[in-house]
């Protein structure tokens, strides 16, 4: 009993599920546990343990490829970490650094690996779509502020007084009148601030600066891109996890019979904006 309990331990299953398939207390299964000094695996454990945002879907992710053995789901974690082959290969397979410089690359090169890598990727924007939508939006906010939703300006005409306010008039009797400009700001009440940079006293009078628009719509192209990209990563993993499964071992071969057409074309149905 205690061997097919430990089996189900390492697969996941929690105490309570435990004790009630074998009929016995949970602190029966925890005694069984710390007696017999059962372990669960990296991968195994974290399905069932709190952790940030997104872990459960990677680890779900990971679980469901039987493509990849332990140490190279590892290396796929240990990748994301800081995109760096040598040490994710270091990390995941204890080795020195000269292996890990080879060994390391060539890993990353393996369709199942590079596909298992976009999928994760992909999985960890989905959790942060949130918040890199909202800074998207505020950069689109300063991209596209006009200064004209903060101050009043034109010009005016009006009659010139003298030291005694009389109005001066011009030799056939009429008012002498002069241009001049204005610039007022609006209420604050009636504006967005938060796309205010600064305002401060120049000397010629207040100054109000907004956000660098340019800088904005900068990094707006660079969202929409990184955005597209990691679409098209997805894209192509997904057609080369397929391909495998279809008993293509070399993904990156030429194959002419029309399943990669149809693959392409399905996929960009999957992926277009619409």
Same mark, same amino acid.
């Not at 089996?7 to 017999?36: C, F, H, P």
């Not at 005409?157 to 306010?165: G, Q, R």
């Given at each position: 009993?205690?061997?097919?309990?430990?089996?189900?331990?390492?697969?996941?299953?929690?105490?309570?599920?435990?004790?009630?398939?074998?009929?016995?207390?949970?602190?029966?299964?925890?005694?069984?546990?710390?007696?017999?000094?059962?372990?669960?695996?990296?991968?195994?454990?974290?399905?069932?343990?709190?952790?940030?945002?997104?872990?459960?879907?990677?680890?779900?992710?990971?679980?469901?490829?039987?493509?990849?053995?332990?140490?190279?789901?590892?290396?796929?974690?240990?990748?994301?970490?800081?995109?760096?082959?040598?040490?994710?290969?270091?990390?995941? !397979?204890?080795?020195?650094? *000269?292996? $890990?410089? #080879?060994?390391? =690359?060539?890993?990353? &090169?393996?369709?199942?690996? +590079?596909?298992?890598?976009?999928?994760?990727?992909?999985?960890?924007?989905?959790?942060?779509?949130?918040?890199?939508?909202?800074?998207?939006?505020?950069?689109?906010?300063?991209?596209?502020?006009?200064?004209?939703?903060?101050?009043?300006?034109?010009?005016?005409?009006?009659?010139?007084?003298?030291?005694?306010?009389?109005?001066?008039?011009?030799?056939?009797?009429?008012?002498?009148?002069?241009?001049?400009? !204005?610039?007022?700001?609006? *209420?604050? $009440?009636? #504006?967005?601030? =938060?796309?205010?940079? &600064?305002?401060?006293?120049? +000397?010629?009078?207040?100054?109000?600066?907004?956000?660098?628009?340019?800088?904005?719509?900068?990094?707006?192209?660079?969202?929409?891109?990184?955005?597209?990209?990691?679409?098209?990563?997805?894209?192509?993993?997904?057609?080369?996890?397929?391909?495998?499964?279809?008993?293509?071992?070399?993904?990156?071969?030429?194959?002419?019979?029309?399943?990669?057409?149809?693959?392409?074309?399905?996929?960009?149905?999957?992926?277009?904006?619409?």
């Amino acid at each position: 009993m205690q061997d097919e309990a430990k089996k189900d331990y390492l697969a996941g299953m929690k105490y309570k599920d435990i004790a009630e398939k074998y009929d016995v207390s949970i602190n029966t299964v925890k005694s069984w546990k710390q007696r017999n000094n059962w372990q669960r695996g990296p991968t195994q454990k974290g399905v069932h343990t709190k952790s940030k945002k997104g872990a459960p879907k990677i680890v779900e992710s990971l679980s469901a490829n039987d493509g990849l053995n332990d140490q190279q789901k590892m290396f796929c974690l240990y990748y994301l970490q800081r995109f760096n082959a040598t040490w994710a290969y270091m990390q995941a !397979y204890d080795a020195d650094y *000269d292996t $890990a410089r #080879v060994n390391g =690359s060539r890993l990353l &090169t393996k369709a199942n690996v +590079k596909s298992q890598i976009a999928e994760l990727k992909m999985s960890i924007a989905n959790d942060l779509f949130i918040t890199a939508d909202d800074i998207a939006k505020e950069y689109a906010k300063q991209a596209f502020a006009d200064i004209g939703d903060y101050v009043e300006f034109g010009g005016q005409e009006s009659t010139i007084i003298d030291e005694d306010e009389r109005e001066l008039l011009d030799d056939n009797g009429n008012p002498i009148k002069s241009h001049r400009s !204005y610039v007022m700001f609006k *209420d604050k $009440a009636k #504006v967005d601030t =938060s796309l205010i940079k &600064t305002i401060k006293s120049g +000397k010629d009078g207040p100054v109000i600066e907004l956000y660098d628009k340019q800088k904005a719509m900068d990094a707006l192209m660079n969202y929409v891109g990184e955005k597209q990209s990691l679409k098209g990563q997805l894209m192509q993993a997904q057609i080369d996890r397929l391909k495998i499964q279809n008993g293509d071992n070399d993904p990156d071969e030429d194959d002419d019979d029309g399943f990669l057409e149809a693959i392409d074309k399905s996929a960009k149905d999957v992926w277009s904006d619409e």
